[in-house]
Structures are given as structure tokens and as C-alpha cells.
């Protein structure tokens, strides 16, 4: 049985009437009309639905719209914007980063809390950070060059 939630996306109250159960991602898509956050696998194992929830990057492909409660929700869309992109976004096209661009979601997603945590990472702790991402283009060498990029600007 649907249920009636507001959801705070990118600064944006959203009603939408899903059942509880409904993962966050069909949500997000299909009532709230984004094109990011993408569906990869279905089973939090890719990252690619990948979004924040309170600061906090969380698959959205696995977490039920019930659970997000009266969190804020930011997207890859409410990172930064085209006047005044997010570090990782400028460090993303200065690296040339993207190919079919399907997993940037998860990555810059992810990178952006952890550097929002981690101030000046070793690539090591970059490479544990970003593990269990998937990227089927092979651009993993050109994303670890724009997280260390973007480490630097917000540093």
C-alpha cells in the first residue's frame, strides 16, 4: 500500500505516494524526475546509484524510501552546479575522465564524502576508499589522477 513521503533532494521538498519499500533510486528517478543517480546492478555492489543521505553516501538501489525519514538527500546534480562546480566535477573534465559516464555518479558521489572527511588522502587510502566501485570502461587510473586533483583544490 502506498504511503505519502517528503523527501528533501538537493534542497527541494518532494511529496511522492510509493509503497515504504520502494528503493530510494525508482524514486528519485521515476517521481522526483532525476537522471542521476543511475541503476547498475541492483544490489549495491557497482555504486553507481550512489548518493548522500545527511553527508553520508549510501546505495540507493538497496535503502527503502521509509528509511530516509526527514534526511537530506543530495545528488550528483545538487553537488555543484554549472557556474560553481564541486571539485571533483572541474577535476573530472580536467582529467578527461569521463567515457560513457555511468558510474561517474558513484564515483564523484563517494570521493566527495570521503574528501569531505579526509583532507589530504594518501592514494592508498583513495584506492580503500573508492573500493567496490565499478567502472566497465577501465577509467580507474584517470579517476584516482582527478580525486588526487580534486583533493588538492579543496585542500
Known sequence: MNQRFSLNVNGTTHAVEVDP????????????????PHFGCGLAQCGACTVHLDGQPIRSCI???SAVGDGKIVTLAGLGTPEKPHPLQTAYVEEQVPQCGYCINGW?????AFLKEKKKPSEA????????????????????RAVKRAAEMMG
Open 108 to 112: 564523484i558521489m563517494t570521493a566527495a
Open 125 to 144: 587510502e583513495i584506492k580503500e576508499a573508492l573500493s567496490g566501485l565499478k567502472c566497465r570502461c577501465g577509467t580507474h587510473m584517470a579517476i584516482l
Open 63 to 65: 535503502t527503502p524510501v
Open 21 to 36: 519499500e520502494m528503493p530510494l533510486l525508482y524514486a528519485l528517478r521515476n517521481d522526483v524526475g532525476l537522471n542521476n
